[in-house]
């Protein structure tokens, strides 16, 4: 019973994550152009340095930058930066408290790394991917049902 439950949720659950994975990317490279076009750099201080490790391995991820800033009208801004594993490890290891971000100026909470690369079009894709593939399971399990289902019984 569970497994035909679990079969079930598996191309409707693949959809929703795939169509939320692709927004998230739309967002962040809406975000990423909005600071290419008019963003403003600007030193901040790193506060803190997290990171995750895995209980068995003890292996490192989820790093994140809190730092704080001033924008251009002295406004005070705190944020907190999702990095790869070798900025967070430099930034953690490393003795510079000083971090370049870049802001945008209508919303001073919208902040990434100055020399962050715009990664959104992996994250639409790979969002795309998963809710075609989605479709597809469910397309091919319809199919399968009604030819079964108009195939005459063999006695």
Same mark, same amino acid.
């Given at each position: 019973m569970?497994?035909?439950?679990k079969s079930a949720l598996?191309?409707?659950a693949l959809v929703l994550i795939g169509l939320g994975l692709a927004y998230g990317g739309?967002?962040?490279?809406?975000?990423?152009?909005?600071?290419?076009?008019?963003?403003k750099t600007v030193e901040a201080t790193l506060d803190q340095v997290t990171w995750k490790e895995k209980a068995v391995s003890g292996r490192e991820?989820?790093?994140k930058l809190e730092v704080h800033f001033e924008t251009e009208t002295k406004q005070p801004v705190k944020a907190a930066l999702s990095v790869?594993?070798?900025?967070?490890?430099?930034?953690?290891?490393?003795?510079?408290?000083? =971090?370049?971000?870049k802001y945008l100026p209508e919303s001073p909470n919208t902040v990434i790394l100055a020399n962050a690369k715009d990664d959104s079009g992996i994250m639409m894709a790979?969002?795309?991917?998963?809710a075609v593939i989605g479709v597809g399971i469910f397309v091919y399990r319809?199919?399968?049902?009604?030819?079964?289902?108009?195939?005459?019984? =063999?006695?």
């Open positions: 569970f497994a035909k439950l598996l191309p409707p739309f967002t962040e490279g809406r975000d990423f152009k909005a600071i290419a076009d008019h963003g991820k989820g790093f790869s594993k070798d900025v967070g490890q430099r930034f953690r290891d490393g003795n510079d408290n000083k =971090v370049m971000v790979a969002g795309g991917a998963l319809r199919r399968k049902a009604s030819a079964e289902a108009a195939e005459p019984a =063999v006695a």
